[in-house]
């Protein structure tokens, strides 16, 4: 498999539940990122990791807890949610960080 | 302050025709360019970017963006659209400070295709 894949496609969960959201880069790259995509928002940087190490947290609640176990694995755990939290989940990433991003299908989260 | 402005949030053309998305930025540094296209329910696809050198630049299924300093504008453009071109389009941008390139999104375009 080629690119940046992300796995579950589609997540319904209740504001209760604790779920995780994986992505996974066959690039070889370095840096992975995360992103939050809201109807009628410009896409938001959620959290920034490099060689593995975080090197952005860009105020996100606590109730979303990134993973990054090596440089081709990036988790993003969720848990006790919120409606407003629905949203596309974009991974993404990047030979180097300051280097072009390839953005994953993203996974389609619906809290209710 | 940083900004993207993408000012048509949805434009309809007919196959065949010729397409230019506009792109305006607000940015103190040398910027770095790119546009993305994302289909629905898709991810984003890298179309073109721009670093340095030729201000006119070329990138996949066609299309072509022109960076003007002078006018802070990163235009798209392509001569003749095809009905799968139909998707939403975004403008970045970014710099190379330090060792994250964060990129400022605009709110996108999205482009509809008559037959």
């Known amino acids: 498999e080629t690119g940046v894949t992300q796995t579950p496609r589609h997540l319904v969960m209740g504001m209760t539940n604790k779920k995780s959201l994986k992505c996974e880069q066959h690039?070889?790259?370095?840096?992975m990122y995360w992103y939050k995509q809201s109807a009628k928002k410009p896409l938001e940087l959620m959290f920034v990791y490099n060689f593995k190490e975080q090197t952005e947290n860009n105020s996100v609640p606590s109730r979303f807890s990134p993973e990054c176990p090596n440089s081709s694995h990036l988790f993003l755990h969720l848990h006790t949610l919120q409606p407003e939290d629905s949203a596309l989940y974009l991974c993404?990433?990047?030979?180097?960080?300051?280097?072009?991003?390839?953005f994953g299908p993203g996974t389609r989260l619906t809290v209710l | 302050a940083q900004s993207v402005t993408q000012p048509d949030i949805h434009i309809t053309v007919s196959e065949g025709a010729s397409l230019e998305l506009r792109c305006n930025y607000s940015y103190g540094a040398t910027p770095y360019l790119f546009w993305y296209v994302q289909s629905p329910g898709q991810g984003l696809q890298l179309l073109l970017k721009?670093?340095?050198?030729d201000t006119l630049v070329q990138g996949i299924k066609g299309f072509e963006a022109e960076f003007k300093r002078s006018q802070s504008s990163f235009n798209l453009r392509k001569p003749s659209v095809h009905w799968s071109d139909a998707a939403e389009y975004f403008c970045?941008?970014?710099?190379?400070?330090?060792?994250?390139?964060?990129?400022?999104w605009g709110l996108g375009t999205s482009l509809a295709v008559n037959p």
């Open positions: 993404a990433s990047s030979p180097a960080a300051a280097d072009t991003q390839y």
């Open positions: 721009y670093f340095s050198g």
């Open positions: 690039l070889g790259h370095n840096a």
């Open positions: 970045a941008v970014g710099s190379n400070a330090g060792n994250n390139r964060k990129l400022i």
